[in-house]
């Protein structure tokens, strides 16, 4: 079935660094953007970033620009999320999310979810 | 930076219609999605490019778009569809953005 598992999330100090992973089965992963979406504790959805299915562009938020890098590997079926400079208001919920687009390349929205991977960042 | 706007909360009770607002400069130009998020649980997208219905989703669900304001409607609401609600759409640059999300509670 189609899946995506997040990764690689934990406590960590300000200022520090962590990379979160999304490990997607199911379906063609190189056929697909993605994006990375957060929620912080008792808040709303936030978009943080997408990548084109070869990796060639690239968009981030206002909010993780020059801090956080996506990428991903194709031959591994997963997306990467390196997050660098963290701050205490990144601590949220990261899921990453499949970006579905119909035959004429017109967005058809988020098709597809991970559970998420929880990042707190604390001293 | 570009932003969509969503009323808090909306109530009904069973049976009745709901009827969830999203508003945004760029919505005459732009689609927009909604997704319901039920506490605990990941986002499930329940209506694209305006008023399209994923396969799975119930027909209850509908959108629609009048400048710049989309709306959700859901039609006999049953106790299973309270959820948090929100619209996402994308701005000139193709940045995405989401709504600030609408807690549906079902009286």
């Known amino acids: 079935q189609v899946q995506l598992v997040e990764s690689g999330g934990g406590l960590v100090k300000p200022g520090g660094s962590l990379r979160l992973s999304c490990a997607a089965s199911g379906f063609t992963f190189s056929d697909y953007y993605m994006s990375w979406i957060r929620q912080a504790p008792g808040k709303g959805l936030e978009w943080v970033s997408y990548i084109s299915s070869s990796g060639s562009t690239i968009y981030y938020a206002d909010s993780v620009k020059g801090r956080f890098t996506i990428s991903r590997d194709n031959a591994k079926n997963s997306l990467y999320l390196q997050m660098n400079s963290l701050r205490a208001e990144d601590t949220a919920v990261y899921y990453c999310?499949?970006?579905?687009?119909?035959?004429?390349?017109?967005?058809?929205?988020?098709?597809?979810w991970g559970q998420g991977t929880t990042v707190t960042v604390s001293s | 930076s570009y932003e969509l706007t969503q009323p808090p909360s909306v109530s009904v009770s069973p049976g009745q219609t709901a009827r969830i607002t999203c508003s945004g400069d760029a919505l005459p130009k732009q689609y927009a999605y909604w997704y319901q998020q039920k506490p605990g649980q990941a986002p499930v997208l329940v209506i694209y490019?305006?008023?399209e219905r994923p396969s799975g989703i119930p027909e209850r669900f509908s959108g629609s778009s009048s400048g710049t304001t989309v709306t959700l409607t859901i039609s006999g609401v049953q106790a299973e569809d309270e959820a948090d609600y929100y619209c996402?759409?994308?701005?000139?640059?193709?940045?995405?953005?989401f709504g600030g999300g609408t807690k549906l509670t079902v009286l």
């Open positions: 490019k305006d008023s």
């Open positions: 999310a499949r970006d579905s687009y119909d035959s004429s390349g017109y967005y058809d929205g988020m098709d597809v």
């Open positions: 996402q759409s994308a701005d000139s640059s193709g940045a995405l953005v």
